[in-house]
């Protein structure tokens, strides 16, 4: 008698687990996803678990297609896609969502963020959540926050070790108000450019250094025409894993949830893989003969002081909530 009632019970768990199988409503769908960085880059890790995960969990119906350098359009192009719904998915970092959405530039203030944990902190709590409704809100869905890693800054003049080391440096930055100011503070004669023109500009010496995490620019072989390096970590700018609302609404609710699952595990192995390769990066890049300085705490202290204005000038700006969150997060992290 036992022996019938174990069998029957194990053939109503086979057949409860193959109705929900059957019920889970999966269509034949081959997505494209967007970077604009090379596939060498930590964010291919990424993809690929996505790739892994959502294969094995939609019976293989469900495929992402990855593509890189921008070869779908740059970062902009590519977000105005995915609003427009004629691209599924982007990996791009906040800054070029500052002009939809000004209060991620928080994300771009010099010196947010002492270390990763803090920035984790931040992300995958309440104040992630926030700016991730105010996303959906502008047409794109932010599945997980991806590691892009600390901004560091090089140029080919001479060593930056020091505060006043910057002054008179013709420095690219990204098309952002946040960065220009910053480094306008600093002394420094910020160029915005598109990162598609940055390679040529400083072989042709037309700027004279940038700022872009270890692995940018070990991946872009910027050390073919950059000299010094300098660990200054100023800028901690998050990737963003953004799917097209007008698309994401076309899709089932066990697609969705695959999707977000899939980013969300992708997550953890993708900044562990950008850990990793930027530690590597850094070390690779001395070897290649790159000069690297560091700044002591007491010049650290030179570079936070001066950007007080940018703070006051851009929160002064923003809608309280956000920036509310974040701070909240980090005196919580903290523990102050």
Not at 47 to 53: I, P
Not at 262 to 287: G, T
Request: proline share 4%; aromatic share 10%.
């Amino acid at each position: 008698m036992f022996i019938r009632k174990s069998v029957f019970t194990a053939l109503m768990v086979c057949l409860c687990a193959t109705s929900t199988t059957a019920l889970a409503q999966f269509s034949e769908r081959k997505i494209r996803i967007s970077a604009g960085v090379p596939d060498t880059n930590p964010v291919s890790v990424g993809v690929k678990k996505m790739q892994e995960v959502m294969s094995k969990k939609s019976g293989g119906k469900m495929k992402l297609m990855g593509y890189y350098n921008g070869v779908l359009g740059g970062d902009a192009q590519s977000v105005q896609a995915l609003r427009g719904g004629t691209l599924d998915m982007v990996i791009t970092s906040s800054s070029p969502l500052v002009g939809m959405i000004k209060e991620l530039g928080m994300f771009d203030l010099p010196f947010l963020f002492a270390d990763e944990s803090e920035a984790y902190s931040v992300l995958d709590g309440p104040a992630g959540d926030y700016f991730n409704k105010r996303l959906e809100e502008n047409g794109l869905i932010n599945l997980a926050y991806w590691e892009n890693g600390f901004r560091n800054l090089t140029n080919s003049k001479r060593p930056v070790a020091k505060f006043d080391d910057v002054s008179g440096l013709k420095i690219r930055v990204m098309q952002n108000n946040i960065f220009i100011d910053s480094f306008r503070e600093w002394g420094a004669n910020p160029v915005p450019m598109p990162k598609q023109e940055l390679y040529t500009s400083l072989e042709m010496k037309t700027v004279d250094g940038q700022e872009n995490p270890y692995v940018d620019i070990e991946t872009n072989k910027m050390y073919e025409v950059q000299k010094y390096l300098t660990t200054s970590r100023h800028a901690y700018t998050p990737w963003l894993v953004l799917y097209s609302k007008k698309l994401w609404d076309q899709l089932s609710n066990d697609e969705r949830t695959v999707l977000r699952e899939a980013a969300i595990e992708a997550r953890k192995i993708q900044r562990e893989a950008n850990k990793s390769l930027d530690d590597k990066a850094l070390e690779s890049l001395k070897k290649r003969g790159m000069v690297v300085s560091d700044l002591s705490k007491q010049e650290r202290e030179k570079f936070v002081e001066k950007v007080k204005s940018v703070y006051d000038k851009n929160l002064a700006t923003y809608d309280k909530e956000g920036p509310n969150l974040v701070f909240e997060a980090l005196k919580k992290y903290r523990g102050s």
